[in-house]
């Protein structure tokens, strides 16, 4: 199979090469390249079982790869001494499938959660710093009491979002953010993404199924396939990669609805 290169001259977050998953006998990944660029969105896409969750938790140091490296901010995490791991980690905002939030904790209490561990704030300031984040995620402030079994689902995904921005990351890592949501909801969402990637200069990294998320917000996509990743280029040119899963996916009904769709916006 050929497998589609690309080069970019901006600067690099995350370099992933020649990276080996395994667990036990199951080979998830093997020989698999990916780059992220600063101020870029990304969207990760694959079908179910390809490690797309997995390559994220990789990419971040929460396992450690079997073969192959994965460099972090220039950095590869499991070398270096716990303060200066946690230096790096802490410009890495996480929102993690269905919001991860904790429930017996208010909107508030979760995003200052981050805060009180990795900062000197009172509890004060760390109030008033979730407030602004919490208004960053564009929910209003008679949320900041609730619990998260008090929101919706999309609330419930903005509020996790606040808290990933807590800490003012560089980069965002987002895994599967609009799954569940009504097609409002979603489009809502992706809007706010790429409005904060604009106002805050962020990085993106997105595990997505979307379709329209894919069209509507990213700079690049990245298809994991064959346990490695065969393309990652502009949607346009992934469309017309020659992969049975890349034309199933995108030249399907839903695809070529997709397509269609913001063929028009």
Same mark, same amino acid.
């Given at each position: 199979?050929?497998?589609?290169?690309?080069? #970019?001259?901006?600067?690099?977050?995350?370099?992933? /090469?020649?990276?080996?998953? *395994?667990? =036990?006998?199951?080979?998830?990944?093997?020989?698999?390249?990916? $780059?992220?660029?600063?101020?870029?969105?990304?969207?990760?896409?694959?079908?179910?079982?390809? =490690?797309?969750?997995? %390559?994220?938790?990789?990419?971040?140091?929460?396992?450690?790869?079997?073969?192959?490296?994965?460099?972090?901010? =220039?950095?590869?995490?499991?070398?270096?001494?716990?303060?200066?791991?946690?230096?790096?980690? /802490?410009?890495? =905002?996480?929102? &993690?499938?269905?919001?991860?939030? &904790?429930?017996?904790?208010?909107?508030?209490?979760?995003? /200052?959660?981050?805060?009180?561990?990795?900062?000197?704030?009172?509890?004060?300031?760390?109030?008033?710093?979730?407030?602004?984040?919490?208004?960053?995620?564009? %929910?209003?402030?008679?949320?900041? *009491?609730?619990?998260?079994?008090?929101?919706?689902?999309?609330?419930?995904?903005?509020?996790?979002?606040?808290?990933?921005?807590?800490?003012?990351?560089?980069?965002?890592?987002? $895994?599967?953010?609009?799954?569940?949501?009504?097609?409002?909801?979603? #489009?809502?969402?992706?809007?706010?993404? /790429?409005?904060?990637? #604009?106002?805050?200069?962020?990085?993106?990294?997105?595990?997505?199924?979307?379709?329209?998320?894919?069209?509507?917000?990213? $700079?690049?996509?990245?298809?994991?396939?064959?346990?490695?990743?065969?393309?990652?280029?502009?949607?346009?040119?992934?469309?017309? &990669? $020659?992969?049975?899963?890349?034309?199933?996916?995108?030249?399907?009904?839903?695809?070529?609805?997709?397509?269609?769709?913001?063929?028009?916006?």
């Amino acid at each position: 199979m050929t497998i589609a290169v690309t080069t #970019d001259t901006r600067e690099t977050l995350v370099a992933v /090469r020649g990276l080996r998953s *395994q667990f =036990g006998e199951q080979v998830v990944h093997d020989d698999l390249d990916l $780059d992220l660029y600063r101020g870029e969105i990304l969207g990760v896409v694959g079908g179910s079982g390809t =490690g797309k969750s997995v %390559l994220l938790r990789t990419i971040l140091g929460l396992r450690r790869p079997d073969a192959g490296s994965v460099r972090l901010l =220039g950095e590869n995490l499991h070398e270096l001494p716990p303060a200066r791991r946690v230096a790096i980690e /802490r410009r890495c =905002g996480v929102l &993690f499938q269905n919001g991860a939030l &904790f429930s017996s904790l208010t909107v508030s209490e979760n995003v /200052r959660v981050p805060l009180m561990e990795h900062t000197s704030l009172s509890v004060h300031d760390a109030r008033r710093v979730a407030a602004l984040k919490i208004a960053l995620a564009d %929910l209003g402030p008679e949320v900041r *009491q609730r619990y998260p079994a008090e929101l919706s689902g999309g609330m419930r995904k903005r509020a996790a979002l606040a808290r990933a921005l807590a800490l003012d990351p560089d980069m965002l890592f987002l $895994d599967e953010p609009t799954s569940g949501l009504d097609p409002i909801a979603a #489009d809502s969402f992706d809007q706010l993404i /790429r409005t904060l990637r #604009d106002a805050l200069g962020l990085t993106v990294f997105m595990i997505t199924h979307d379709l329209d998320s894919l069209h509507a917000i990213c $700079d690049r996509v990245a298809v994991l396939a064959h346990q490695r990743v065969i393309v990652a280029d502009t949607l346009d040119k992934v469309e017309r &990669f $020659d992969d049975p899963w890349i034309r199933d996916y995108f030249q399907g009904a839903r695809g070529r609805a997709a397509e269609a769709i913001h063929a028009l916006t």
